[in-house]
């Protein structure tokens, strides 16, 4: 027998191409109908591929991706994959629920109820929003004034009015900067009280009037008149009350006082005692006690000379010469202040508190009251 010329025996039906072929495309079918039938067919055409097909190792490894391709787009069409359409009926009852819960939590009074801001008036703005952030609420904050500023550090503003939103549960701030007044309204200007003319006053009615037009005595400075005399604190003021006169204020009458204004009274004191009843007629010009000026002349030249020259007299007379001198340079001159000028070289004086002072030269050489 010639093998040349002999035919090649047939191969049975299940192992050729056309049956490898419609085990394929049976993958599909089956696959479309039920995903789990699909996927064992699957697998027996990936054996049959590779032991029954004539087929290349490449053609074999292309059919079963094929047959892996075929199955999902046989499911696919089939609603295999499509696992919404099995839960349709729960995820509807699910949504029913939700609606059932949420209606039922609508109908509820408590859950319903709108929330209650509380007043948070005249506090800072940082701890009013705090606060009403721990309540529920979403906070907002804008200038009170006219002007309409930036609000960048909120520990600086305090709340002047709010807006709350109990259902939305919203709440806005309107907040000036601390120290300033509130307008009357929100968005309108600043009420700046106006300076009242206290000169010519006693310090106490001053201090009423200053706080009748809204002004706070922390922020008034009080400074002395004469160049004699120390500026008082306002403990010391208050209780000399009706002694301390005011002779220069700052500013003039009429003139808005705002949070950047410097307030300044200028004071001086006398009693029916003192010599000088009067303001002077500028500030740092006058002495009080007259003798406290190192220009101060107390007319006792003469007398001094004539005691210092009185050399050709008895010992009794030159010691009685002196004792006139010494007198006359040790005269009282009352209440004077430590470390002020004064005159004539060897006057006495105390202070308020009744500390005995003399008058001698200090550290600079010129006059000044110092301790005796």
Not at 88 to 115: M, N, Q, R
Not at 152 to 174: E, H, M, N, P, Y
Request: net charge negative; glycine share 12%.
């Amino acid at each position: 027998m010639n093998p040349y010329t002999t035919p090649a025996p047939s191969r049975p039906w299940w192992r050729t191409t056309p049956a490898v072929l419609g085990l394929l495309a049976l993958v599909a079918v089956l696959g479309a109908f039920s995903f789990a039938l699909g996927f064992f067919v699957m697998i027996a055409a990936m054996v049959a591929v590779w032991m029954l097909s004539p087929w290349r190792r490449f053609a074999k490894i292309g059919a079963m991706v094929g047959a892996f391709v075929l199955l999902t787009i046989g499911a696919g069409l089939g609603g295999q994959l499509d696992d919404s359409g099995k839960d349709k009926p729960d995820a509807k009852a699910g949504a029913e629920d939700k609606d059932h819960v949420s209606a039922k939590v609508a109908a509820s009074p408590t859950a319903a109820k709108p929330l209650k801001a509380a007043d948070y008036s005249g506090k800072p703005l940082d701890e009013s929003e705090k606060q009403a952030r721990s309540a529920g609420f979403t906070t907002a904050r804008h200038d009170a004034a006219e002007d309409d500023r930036t609000i960048v550090l909120r520990s600086g503003w305090t709340v002047c009015f709010q807006k709350a939103d109990g259902a939305a549960k919203t709440i806005d701030f309107a907040a000036v900067r601390t120290g300033e007044p509130c307008p009357e309204k929100d968005g309108g200007p600043l009420p700046w009280p106006t300076m009242p003319e206290v000169v010519g006053a006693t310090y106490n009615t001053a201090v009423k009037d200053l706080k009748k037009a809204g002004i706070d005595l922390d922020r008034v400075t009080l400074d002395d008149v004469y160049l004699d005399m120390d500026a008082p604190s306002a403990k010391e003021a208050a209780e000399d009350g009706d002694e301390w006169r005011v002779c220069f204020q700052s500013p003039g009458e009429e003139a808005k006082v705002t949070s950047s204004t410097t307030i300044r009274l200028d004071l001086g004191k006398w009693t029916d005692a003192d010599l000088v009843k009067k303001c002077p007629a500028s500030k740092d010009t006058t002495y009080k006690i007259p003798a406290n000026d190192p220009d101060y002349d107390s007319g006792d030249s003469n007398s001094t000379t004539g005691g210092g020259s009185s050399t050709g007299g008895s010992s009794s007379s030159t010691g009685g010469s002196s004792s006139s001198g010494g007198s006359t340079g040790g005269s009282s001159v009352g209440t004077v202040h430590p470390g002020s000028f004064c005159s004539p070289p060897g006057a006495t004086g105390v202070t308020t508190k009744g500390t005995p002072m003399v008058c001698g030269p200090g550290s600079d050489g010129r006059n000044r009251w110092h301790s005796a």
